[in-house]
């Protein structure tokens, strides 16, 4: 064998090496964008998580929180300004999801899912308050992305969750 046959064998290994490294690059890219997404799901859920924690072991801002939404009128100045805050603590979860979405790292369905409930929890009379007084320029591509997912008539908040249905049979 020639040093030119050694040469052509040594060029050949080389470029199945190199192919190898690009399949194996290529594996790792999609494994962690594969957890990039994963982590990014995650972490809004953990956010939304935690608010409903908070809300599920607070007996007054579980009362705010429906008295706002059903009857807003009902609330003191301090209570109001507590639903606002509550309001938009769960806004900027939203947001976030959907900034998650636009990046890539949120699926469609489960932006769909996000972005319908909050739609979904803004019907009420505190819900149809709130984002009247809520929409700024900044805030206004995200409502149409909201207005965009939303499906209209497919559901709503039911605080009795069904009792009241029940109750009238």
């Known amino acids: 064998m020639n040093w030119d046959a050694f040469g052509a064998a040594g060029e050949w290994a080389g470029s199945i090496a190199v192919i190898a490294t690009l399949i194996y690059l290529a594996r790792q890219l999609r494994e962690q964008n594969k957890l990039a997404k994963f982590q990014a799901w995650d972490s809004i859920m953990d956010g939304f998580k935690d608010?409903?924690?908070?809300?599920?072991?607070?007996?007054?801002?579980?009362?705010?929180?429906?008295?706002?939404?059903?009857?807003?009128?009902?609330?003191?100045?301090?209570?109001?300004?507590?639903?606002?805050?509550?309001?938009?603590?769960?806004?900027?979860?939203?947001?976030?999801?959907?900034?998650a979405y636009e990046l890539g790292y949120l699926g469609?369905?489960?932006?769909h899912d996000l972005a319908d409930e909050f739609a979904k929890?803004?019907?009420?009379?505190?819900?149809?308050?709130?984002?009247?007084h809520s929409v700024n320029d900044q805030m206004a591509a995200f409502w149409v992305a909201v207005d965009l997912e939303y499906s209209?008539?497919?559901?709503?908040?039911?605080?009795?969750?069904?009792?009241?249905?029940?109750n009238n049979q």
Do not use: C, H
């Open 121 to 132: 929890s803004l019907e009420t009379p505190g819900g149809i308050l709130w984002r009247k």
């Open 51 to 99: 608010l409903t924690m908070e809300f599920a072991t607070n007996p007054e801002l579980n009362s705010i929180g429906r008295r706002g939404d059903l009857d807003p009128n009902s609330l003191t100045d301090d209570e109001s300004r507590q639903f606002q805050f509550m309001r938009r603590t769960y806004w900027l979860g939203v947001q976030r999801a959907w900034r």
């Open 108 to 111: 469609k369905d489960e932006w």
């Open 152 to 166: 209209k008539g497919t559901g709503r908040v039911d605080y009795s969750m069904g009792r009241d249905e029940n």
